[in-house]
């Protein structure tokens, strides 16, 4: 292990001390586990679709201020292999192979390890607002031919209030993206604004608008928005689902998914 990934790994770790129980014996502690498909489809600026299945894996530990989260992704991807698939919270680049005779296969294999820590900053129960700060890094374990295989690490900052039973929120974010000297990559500014909408104390519905800069030469902004809606199906299981329709080259075409979570 380098200098740069011991130093990842001791912030981690005193990320996961300070969010211990007997860091925090005065708090609540939650364990949640999630799991469900995600789909998309897209050219990202090339001449042929890349079809994407990812089947995340996630677990999310909250106490106190304090949550952390670990993602594991099995990826089915259908395509010429000139399209990253694993990125910014799945997004896509143009990568910048110079093959010109390519064939159309499906490859499986695991995408690359995310995890994240999140730190609430400021929170209100009367107004049902907070302001939570991220730190993610998205580790390179996927195989070149779904990544870059290198690091990515972000910052990003999430605000959201309610106002009756709307709920607005907005983020930004900032990204350092692993590149190298055959696949020089920029880093980039990203950001959300969405609103969620309550029907009743179990079900809700929102959309989201997302945008990121372009990351290479090769590749695009990314600009998308999705409809989602949730529904609480016992007090601690939660099935989540959404479609999706992306703006630019960066982003895909269509996509959608359903996952579920439950919370011990």
Known sequence: MNRKNNWIANILMGMAVMA??????????????????????????TATTTNTVSIPVSALYETGAWTLKLTVPFLIVTGEGDVMVSGRTGGRRATTTTTTTKTRTTQTGLGDVVTMATYNLYSSDESDSGIDLTGRIKFGTASKAFGSGLNDYSAQMYAYT???????????????????????????????????????????????????????????????????????????????????????????????????????
């Open 20 to 45: 211990s129980p007997n860091a925090h014996a005065d708090e609540d502690t939650y364990l949640t586990l999630s799991s469900g498909f995600d789909y998309s489809s897209g050219k990202y600026g």
């Open 162 to 264: 309610s106002v009756g039973d709307l709920s607005p929120n907005f983020s930004l974010g900032y990204e350092v993206v692993g590149g190298s000297t055959t696949a020089p990559m920029n880093n980039v500014f990203f950001g959300s604004i969405g609103t969620g909408y309550r029907l009743s104390n179990r079900t809700r519905i929102g959309m989201d608008y997302r945008y990121a800069q372009k990351s290479s030469a090769t590749g695009s902004e990314q600009q998308d928005a999705s409809l989602y809606a949730s529904q609480e199906l016992t007090p601690d299981v939660y099935l989540r689902g959404y479609v999706l329709k992306g703006f630019s080259a960066g982003s895909a075409d269509t996509g959608l998914g359903l996952s579920i979570s439950t919370t011990f």
